[in-house]
């Protein structure tokens, strides 16, 4: 119940397509949905985040879509660059008090080609 | 303003030793969280701490354990290394009083090889 379950493991597109990647989970609880990225050598950094009372969210090229009745979110990358390479992470948590308890997906690789 | 940094970037130690990893957190963050990168997985979460004192941890053994000194910075210790151990350290900081959208900001980690 406490997972979150991510695909598809690897991505490749070419420049200005759109990926998209899934994220499903089960924990109903679950109240904080973000999104990570991650480049080789460096620490996860936060791209945007959702909260399941809207359905979707947009933060420049990035967009989140929630269905709260499927128990599934997506991220989106409107016109990809290569610069856009990288590794993604969903993630979920829930109660103030576990706000820096996230449970992570398994990630997905992201190959932008020019 | 420096992010999160961690120290070493880079260990390798032999089965059965112990390790000490080092954390300074953003300015003006007063909590630190530690997960484990294991090779192509997401990040798991080990503990966090506030005020010296651990307030969650994830399901790792007591062979993890960690300090928090009075100027936020944070230290993760492992004893009793096995292999299963290698993986990439990271630390975490934030503010605990804060909303939730306040980013929390991860280091670059350190990469702990097991030999």
């Known amino acids: 119940q406490q997972q979150v379950k991510q695909s598809p493991q690897s991505l490749i597109v070419q420049k200005g397509g759109i990926p998209i990647i899934n994220c499903a989970y089960e924990?109903?609880?679950?109240?904080?949905f973000p999104w990570y990225q991650q480049f080789p050598g460096k620490g996860p950094a936060l791209l945007i985040a959702?909260?399941?009372?809207?359905s979707e969210k947009k933060e420049g090229r990035f967009t989140i879509s929630f269905n709260k009745s499927a128990k599934q979110f997506s991220l989106h990358i409107m016109d990809s660059q290569p610069g856009d390479s990288a590794t993604y992470f969903c993630?979920?948590?829930?109660?103030?008090?576990?706000?820096?308890?996230?449970?992570f997906g398994s990630g997905t690789r992201l190959l932008v080609r020019p | 303003d420096a992010g999160v940094t961690q120290s070493p970037t880079h260990l390798i130690k032999t089965r059965g030793q112990q390790v000490t990893l080092r954390c300074s957190p953003k300015?003006?963050?007063?909590?630190v969280s530690w997960y484990q990168q294991a090779l192509g997985q997401g990040p798991q979460f080990i503990f966090q701490?506030?005020?010296?004192?651990?307030?969650q941890r994830g399901n790792f053994p007591d062979r993890f354990s960690g300090h928090q000194f009075p100027n936020y910075s944070s230290e993760l210790n492992v004893n009793a290394l096995w292999l299963g151990d290698s993986a990439l350290y990271l630390c975490?900081?934030?503010?605990?009083?804060?909303?939730?959208?306040?980013?929390?900001?991860f280091g670059s980690g350190t990469q702990l090889s097991v030999l």
């Open positions: 701490y506030y005020e010296e004192e651990e307030r």
């Open positions: 924990n109903t609880a679950f109240d904080y």
């Open positions: 300015s003006g963050h007063d909590t």
């Open positions: 993630a979920a948590t829930y109660g103030v008090d576990s706000s820096y308890k996230l449970i």
């Open positions: 975490a900081s934030s503010l605990l009083v804060a909303d939730r959208d306040e980013k929390l900001f």
């Open positions: 959702i909260r399941p009372d809207v």
